[in-house]
């Protein structure tokens, strides 16, 4: 089915909540908007056309559409000789029809003459397959990385990668920010009493640490064992929950099978009330089920990646927007000037 991200193309309804109106202007007046450009394949233009309303541009005009076999065709429609450009495209559900819009749209774009293409990757799919650990088996991550730079890609912006490592799969420069000043804030504001911030897994204690600081609250781990693909068990809470708020902090829902068990085992321990977090609501399979018949209050997303129809009509998961972080550092990377204010 065709598809063409233009400039003046708005998604029939929103995606994402609305920034606040803080947001909604840039950050100065633009006057470099020939040579200072944002385009985006299909996975997340509402994302984009956000990101493009808080710098003040519109939106690069590109043909993104298949032919009947499914094989994409990409074109570039209007001239971007010399241009800074930034091309906003999550690698979310189907994966690898979006990676290939990604690759296909850096292509064109760096044989149109582009001057410095960034690859704005707000969810990094292949990224949870960092490592061989198992016999004759790919480290995806790093391939996909690889071919992002031979397609011709000059630098990348990511959003909480599972593992902050990746970076070092890539040989071009890579700024690397975090979905937590949204987060922070909006937990901050909720004022939720008692509350002890939860990682589900061991893996994950340094970035719920992090988080436990910012909101002032105490930190609690869940020792979990996998004993196979998107299955989990949980053994024990590992820190003391009864009688308090609990904040389960992750970095990707994907089936929720581990959320959920997750929130059992600290309801089981005396929690009063299970909230939950993660940057990317990737939500496969019966992850909206679960979360819905779960002892979950409320799950807080990011528009990392655009919800479907089945998950924004679930009333317990409430979607924050990351376009004003986005928009503030794609606009540092274009003014050379730093981005580390953001990394927090």
Request: glycine share 6%.
């Amino acid at each position: 089915m065709a598809t063409i991200a233009t400039a003046t193309d708005k998604p029939d309804k929103k995606q994402q909540q609305t920034p606040p109106k803080s947001e909604q202007k840039p950050q100065r007046a633009r006057h470099d908007d020939g040579k200072f450009k944002i385009f985006c394949g299909t996975a997340n233009e509402p994302l984009t056309d956000e990101i493009c309303e808080f710098l003040g541009l519109a939106r690069g005009k590109a043909t993104v559409t298949r032919f009947s076999d499914g094989e994409a065709y990409i074109q570039i429609l209007e001239n971007v000789r010399g241009a800074d450009v930034f091309v906003v495209q999550p690698t979310c559900w189907p994966v690898d029809e979006h990676l290939m819009e990604l690759l296909l749209l850096v292509d064109a774009l760096k044989r149109a003459s582009a001057r410095r293409i960034t690859t704005v990757i707000p969810y990094y799919g292949y990224s949870r397959q960092d490592r061989k650990d198992k016999p004759r088996v790919p480290v995806s991550s790093k391939l996909v990385a690889d071919l992002l730079t031979t397609a011709g890609a000059h630098r990348a912006l990511v959003v909480d990668l599972h593992a902050p490592q990746i970076q070092g799969f890539f040989n071009i420069p890579v700024d690397h920010l975090f979905a937590s000043p949204v987060l922070v804030d909006h937990f901050k504001k909720m004022q939720l009493p008692s509350l002890t911030v939860v990682s589900p897994d061991a893996g994950g204690v340094e970035r719920a640490r992090f988080f436990a600081k910012k909101v002032d609250a105490a930190l609690a781990i869940v020792d979990k064992r996998r004993t196979d693909m998107n299955v989990a068990e949980v053994m024990h809470v590992i820190g003391d929950v009864k009688g308090r708020t609990c904040l389960i902090l992750d970095d990707i829902i994907d089936t929720a099978g581990t959320l959920v068990k997750t929130a059992e085992a600290l309801a089981s321990a005396g929690a009063l009330k299970v909230f939950a977090c993660a940057s990317h609501p990737v939500l496969s399979g019966q992850a909206i089920e679960r979360i819905s018949k779960s002892q979950l209050e409320e799950v807080v997303v990011t528009n990392t990646i655009p919800l479907r129809e089945k998950a924004k009509s679930e009333p317990k998961i409430k979607v924050l927007s990351i376009a004003g972080l986005l928009g503030r550092a794609i606009q540092s990377i274009h003014e050379e000037t730093s981005v580390s204010t953001l990394f927090a």
